[in-house]
């Protein structure tokens, strides 16, 4: 039986699905299904016995318009990119069930550590807000345990405000227990209480800061919190999780054009060249060295304002070879976790200036990066204009001047190009 999470939304799995498309409901009406395949024979593969009639309304692809037209999720109109392909099914809809009365929506989304998420959030909010105005929506996966979670749990966050976890996860951190660790060792310094002593206070101290923080009703829930209080079974997977948490340092929302994203598309890619994917240049970055693509990607300054953007030109030729929107930041001297998620403490980690200044730049790949386009696996980055060597790339990874370990990483050095603007 479906779980009610909210008014007209609820969370089920693959039974509860076949059993409403089958003998129809007087609460659900609309249904989101997030399944590995988006046919309704899904349903039939699972269950032999199963005939669910369906109607098809349309479909639509990453790249554009599909059955019935739609707007393109990669033409986002600032030169920002999704990490989806342009023929990756973005998302279908039909008519299903008993009388063809369902509304069903379907998403193809595995449930894979690996698996994009946060690309579908979009497509998947804005079927629920406008469903539940029409009657009762159900998220539904196989099991109604991490895919559907985690949809559910992005939504609450968006609609509500609310972390992904809530403050009790911080209370076990690694983060907190060396702060407690230290303000006890200042007091064991300051007052010269011997060691039994400094470890009895350091207990009462850890359990005076747990409990009112664990127990005080006025600290809110987190959204996956909050999702158990409806169901107390679901459990995304830990890069649902890790991905939730990407959606919350943006903002709440799926910004393309931040370096959290940015790192996070460059980490889908290396992940599709691990599996021996090919790496087409449709998920590259638009060559700034063509002028029809320069201009697409810089936005436009109302009332005649200046609409410069920074630019690298190649130093031998002054061919524009990235744009600072191609550019992926990362944390100075950290190495391989610089690559990982991390909770802000203050300020923009990656915009904070460093002792050791990087000597190179890392950028998505770009159309003009033939070599990258060919398949190998690591190369030299030339200009496209006079062969000048630029940089360096590999989908293993690169090491920056900084100590930072980049993964894949497509390097231009600082000494061979010049920053400028277009």
């Given at each position: ?131 539940r105005k029409e009657g009762g929506v159900l998220v539904h996966c196989f099991a109604g345990v991490s895919r559907s979670a985690a949809i559910i749990t992005a939504y609450l966050m968006r609609t509500e405000q609310l972390s992904s976890e ?46 009112p923080l664990s127990f005080c009703p006025c600290i809110p829930a987190g959204a996956l919190e909050s999702l158990r209080q409806s169901c107390e079974s679901v459990c995304p997977n830990d890069g649902f999780l890790e991905q939730l948490k ?13 370096p959290i994203y940015k790192r996070f598309r460059l980490k889908v890619l290396g992940d599709s060249y691990n599996r021996g994917e090919k790496i087409d240049s449709s998920k590259f970055g638009a060559d700034p060295g063509l002028p029809v ?130």
């Amino acid at each position: 039986m479906p779980y009610l999470v909210r008014e007209h939304l609820f969370i089920g799995n693959i039974s509860d699905a076949a059993d409403i498309l089958q003998n129809g409901s007087s609460e659900i009406t609309h249904m989101l299904s997030v399944l590995s395949s988006a046919s309704i024979s899904f349903f039939t593969e699972w269950r032999s016995s199963l005939t669910i009639p369906s109607k098809e309304i349309k479909k639509v692809y990453a790249g554009g318009s599909g059955d019935g037209g739609s707007g393109s999720v990669d033409d986002l109109g600032d030169g920002s990119r999704s990490c989806l392909s342009p023929t990756k099914l973005l998302y279908s809809l039909e008519y299903a069930g008993k009388d063809l009365k369902l509304v069903r929506m379907t998403v193809p989304i595995r449930d894979m550590e690996s698996e994009n998420l946060l690309d579908y959030l979009d497509v998947c909010f804005d079927f629920i807000d406008r469903r539940r105005k029409e009657g009762g929506v159900l998220v539904h996966c196989f099991a109604g345990v991490s895919r559907s979670a985690a949809i559910i749990t992005a939504y609450l966050m968006r609609t509500e405000q609310l972390s992904s976890e809530g403050l009790n996860k911080f209370i076990f951190s690694l983060e907190y227990y060396e702060s407690t660790q230290s303000y006890c060792l200042f007091l064991s310094d300051e007052y010269e209480i011997c060691d039994c002593h400094f470890k009895l206070t350091y207990f009462l101290f850890s359990f005076a800061l747990f409990f009112p923080l664990s127990f005080c009703p006025c600290i809110p829930a987190g959204a996956l919190e909050s999702l158990r209080q409806s169901c107390e079974s679901v459990c995304p997977n830990d890069g649902f999780l890790e991905q939730l948490k990407m959606f919350e340092e943006m903002g709440f929302k799926v910004n393309r054009g931040s370096p959290i994203y940015k790192r996070f598309r460059l980490k889908v890619l290396g992940d599709s060249y691990n599996r021996g994917e090919k790496i087409d240049s449709s998920k590259f970055g638009a060559d700034p060295g063509l002028p029809v693509e320069v201009l697409s990607g810089v936005e436009a300054i109302p009332n005649g304002g200046d609409n410069r953007t920074p630019a690298y030109r190649c130093k031998k030729c002054r061919r524009v070879v990235a744009l600072q929107e191609n550019v992926v930041d990362h944390i100075p001297g950290e190495g391989e976790t610089a690559f990982e998620w991390h909770k802000r403490k203050s300020g923009n980690r990656f915009n904070r200036s460093d002792e050791s200044e990087c000597s190179s730049i890392f950028v998505e790949p770009l159309r003009w990066m033939t070599a990258v386009e060919e398949g190998a696996l690591e190369g030299k980055l030339s200009c496209a204009h006079c062969e000048a060597r630029l940089g360096y790339f590999n989908w293993s990874g690169i090491q920056c001047s900084c100590g930072s370990w980049i993964t894949p990483a497509f390097q231009l050095h600082k000494s061979r190009v010049d920053k400028s603007t277009v």
